[in-house]
C-alpha cells in the first residue's frame, strides 16, 4: 500500500462514517477502512456507540438528507464538553455548488469534498482534520497543537506559557476554540464578541491582529475560510490560497497474485 501524505495518522483513528440507506459512503469507506484503526459505518443515531471518534464523514445527498440530520442531532445532544464533541466533520457529496458548500459549513462541516473523489486528496485531508481536532482533557481544558484554553480561570497557554489576553481578544480565542462548529463567520465573531450587530469590520481586524502577534508561538494559525468565515487548525490548512505544489500520482496497482 503506497505511503501517502496524512495516511499514517489514521493508523490510530476511529471514523465515523454516517450515510442513508443509499450507502453512497462506501466508496471513501473502501479506501479508509484498511489504513484506520476502526470505522464504523451507522444509518441511524440507535446505532452510533458511546466512543471516542476522531473524525466524522457524513453523506451529503440533496435527494435524501437523512445523513445530514442524523449528524446534526447528534450535535445538538452531545454535552457541551463531551469527549468527541469537537469532533471534525468531512461532509462528502455529489454537487459542488457554492450554495451546498455554504450549507455544510453552517451546519458543522470541517470540510466539504465533491466527487469524484482522488484517493490522495481524501486521505490527506482525514489526516489534517484528525491532526487538527480540538480535543478536551481531564482538567477541563481545551487543547489545539501547543495551545490550551481552560474556560474556568480563563487562562490560555502556549507552550505552557500563559499568555497575557485581554478580555476581547480572549473571547474571540474562546470563540473560534470552543465553537461546535469548526468554521464561523466573522459576524457571529463580532455579535458574540461585541453583543451587537456587525457594522464595521475594523475593530475585529485590530483583535485579530493583536491576538495573533501575542499568540505567535502557537504551532497553527487563525485562518480565513474563502467566502465563509474563520477557523482556528493546527496543521496548515487546505483552505489555503497559497499556490501548492501538485502531488505526484499514485502508482498504479500492481497485477493481483
Not at 83 to 98: E, K, M, Q, S, V
Not at 243 to 249: I, S
Amino acid at each position: 500500500m503506497p505511503k501517502i501524505p496524512g495516511s499514517e495518522i489514521l493508523k490510530n483513528s476511529r471514523i465515523l462514517a454516517i450515510q442513508s440507506s443509499r450507502q453512497q459512503l462506501q466508496d471513501v469507506c473502501k479506501i479508509l477502512q484498511p489504513r484506520c484503526l476502526d470505522l464504523l459505518s451507522v444509518a441511524s443515531a440507535q446505532e452510533i456507540p458511546n466512543l471516542d471518534f476522531d473524525l466524522i464523514l457524513v453523506e451529503y445527498a440533496v435527494a435524501d438528507m437523512t445523513s445530514v440530520l442524523i449528524y446534526k442531532n447528534l450535535v445538538a445532544s452531545l454535552p457541551q464538553q463531551s469527549p468527541w464533541g469537537l469532533a471534525p466533520a468531512i461532509f462528502i457529496a455529489d454537487t459542488r455548488t457554492y450554495d451546498h458548500r455554504l450549507n455544510a459549513f453552517e451546519i458543522g462541516a470541517a470540510d466539504f469534498m465533491a466527487r469524484p473523489l482522488e484517493e490522495r486528496d481524501l486521505l490527506k485531508k482525514c489526516g489534517m482534520h484528525i491532526k487538527n481536532r480540538r480535543r478536551f482533557s481531564e482538567d477541563r481544558c481545551v487543547h489545539i497543537g501547543n495551545l490550551s484554553l481552560n474556560p474556568v480561570t480563563q487562562s490560555v497557554k502556549v507552550e505552557q506559557n500563559i499568555v497575557n489576553l485581554t478580555q476581547l481578544e480572549y473571547k474571540i480565542l474562546h470563540f473560534l476554540v470552543m465553537s461546535p462548529r469548526p468554521v464561523v463567520t466573522r459576524t457571529e465573531i463580532y455579535e458574540h464578541v461585541w453583543g451587537s450587530p456587525m457594522t464595521s469590520t475594523g475593530r475585529l481586524d485590530t483583535q485579530l491582529y493583536n491576538l495573533k502577534k501575542k499568540i505567535a508561538k502557537f504551532n497553527g494559525k487563525i485562518k480565513s475560510v474563502n467566502k465563509v468565515g474563520m477557523r482556528i487548525l493546527m496543521a496548515e490548512s487546505t483552505f489555503s490560497q497559497e499556490a501548492k505544489k501538485v502531488d505526484p500520482p499514485l502508482p498504479s496497482p500492481g497485477p493481483r497474485p
